[in-house]
């Protein structure tokens, strides 16, 4: 019998890792943004412009390569 591999990728195995993100404290709103994303210190809601708490949360890792972020 042949196995065919039609249409299939290598499958990585994805990381993950226990990473700081910012969360809306709006119960309206679910916006979330990780802390090497943020654009100041600390960040206001992009969506509703609500206060943004820090915790953490197990996320695939996601390096942010640009000089911009804070």
Known sequence: ??????GRRNEEEVK???????VCSSDNC???????FKSS???LCPICKSEMTLTTRQLQV????????M
Not at 16 to 22: A, N, Q, Y
Not at 62 to 69: E, L
């Open 30 to 36: 679910k916006c979330w943004i990780r802390d090497n």
């Open 62 to 69: 996601v390096p942010n390569h640009s000089k911009n972020f």
């Open 16 to 22: 993950l890792e226990e990473t700081k993100i910012w």
């Open 41 to 43: 210190d600390i960040p």
């Open 1 to 6: 019998m042949t196995k065919l591999a039609f």
